[in-house]
């Protein structure tokens, strides 16, 4: 299925896209993505996420131009503009079985040749659907009727996928091999896929892109690792759970130090003492220690969670900011109990902007 599309009959290409719905405005957004890429959508509640797909594939009023592997479609209805959109609740008919859910569009637009025959034997047995084809919705796990709806989308051979929160209706222990699953999915079918998620597990799993919407504007975009390295977005820093400590460099002897209230943070290299800075660290960054050492700084234990295998902290610096701990065992210590933290070498700092 992989070869009947080329790299100049596909990709997703946005121009000034803007949609105004009462008080709401999403855009002007431009961007792309490459054919056979995935992308992910990512923001806060009521920043446009679902929005721009409604917009894209033509059932939201829009302005702007949406080009699809050199095409424009922004002028035509929903039915031409060759997207398939899969809704957070999968939209199955329920009164239908598995094959005429898939089935419906094809027959319905008159598409019901050889090559989509064989796209669908080949999308059932992809998806691990020949045993549910006469069932009904009712009857399915929320991971089938998943499958089922992505088997629907993919069988007219859209030149872009268009998924919202795919993975939000799935029990969050299924999730990461359906989400394996899925990525395998679209990368056999060489498909170009752009879905939202509120998971930043969905992100570092899925996405080639990620783009961030706040507000409707498109605050930042590009390759997850390109991102994730240095997020300017607060909205960004917690999604990822990334930890941002701001104080005032200090210096003691050779070494230098954020001051966070009572706290010194051994920070790397020579900074300009005196001057506001904020450190950005994962909680993989945070070193815990049960005993004191010498740049170990104490801070209290305010929430611990013991997931088995692993553990996640939140601690207390002495002012009230908080900075979370991630290990491996059994959590070092109980909630207002007293942990000792460095921090490692390789973190991000940024001078003037305490």
């Not at 100049?8 to 105004?20: F, I, P, R």
């Not at 031409?80 to 598995?98: I, N």
């Not at 990368?187 to 507000?215: C, I, M, N, W, Y």
């Amino acid at each position: 299925m992989g070869t009947e599309r080329t790299d100049q009959m596909s990709g997703l290409e946005v121009h000034g896209l803007t949609v105004v719905h009462d008080s709401f405005r999403l855009g002007p957004l431009d961007f792309s993505l490459p054919t056979g890429q995935l992308g992910v959508v990512v923001g806060p509640s009521g920043s446009g996420k679902s929005t721009l797909l409604e917009a894209l594939c033509g059932l939201r009023p829009a302005s702007g131009r949406i080009v699809i592997g050199g095409v424009p479609v922004h002028h035509l209805p929903p039915e031409g503009r060759q997207m398939a959109l899969v809704p957070q609740d999968y939209a199955l008919f329920p009164h239908l079985s598995v094959r005429s859910n898939i089935l419906l569009a094809p027959r319905l637009r008159r598409m019901w040749n050889i090559q989509t025959q064989i796209r669908f034997h080949t999308l059932v047995s992809l998806l691990q659907l020949e045993h549910l084809l006469d069932k009904k919705p009712d009857q399915l796990s929320g991971g089938e009727r998943q499958r089922v709806a992505i088997a629907r989308a993919l069988v007219l051979a859209p030149k872009l996928v268009l998924l919202d929160e795919p993975l939000a209706a799935l029990d969050p222990r299924i999730r990461p091999p359906v989400r394996r699953s899925l990525k395998e999915i679209f990368r056999q079918v060489g498909a170009t896929v752009l879905l939202v998620s509120h998971d930043p597990a969905d992100a570092a799993g899925l996405a080639d892109l990620v783009f961030l919407l706040e507000g409707g504007r498109l605050i930042e975009w590009g390759p997850w690792e390109q991102v994730i390295r240095n997020p300017q977005s607060d909205f960004l820093i917690e999604f990822l759970g990334i930890n941002r400590v701001r104080g005032i460099v200090v210096r003691d002897g050779a070494a230098y130090y954020l001051q966070v209230g009572p706290a010194r943070l051994r920070l790397p290299g020579s900074l300009p003492v005196g001057s506001p800075a904020t450190v950005q660290l994962s909680p993989s960054q945070v070193i815990p220690l049960v005993h004191p050492t010498d740049d170990a700084v104490p801070v209290t234990v305010v929430e611990r969670l013991d997931l088995g295998n692993r553990y996640q902290i939140a601690a207390d610096l002495g002012d009230g900011t908080i900075i979370r701990v991630e290990g491996i065992g059994h959590p070092p210590a109980s909630v207002g109990e007293t942990l000792y933290i460095t921090v490692s070498q390789d973190v991000s700092v940024s001078v003037g902007r305490g």
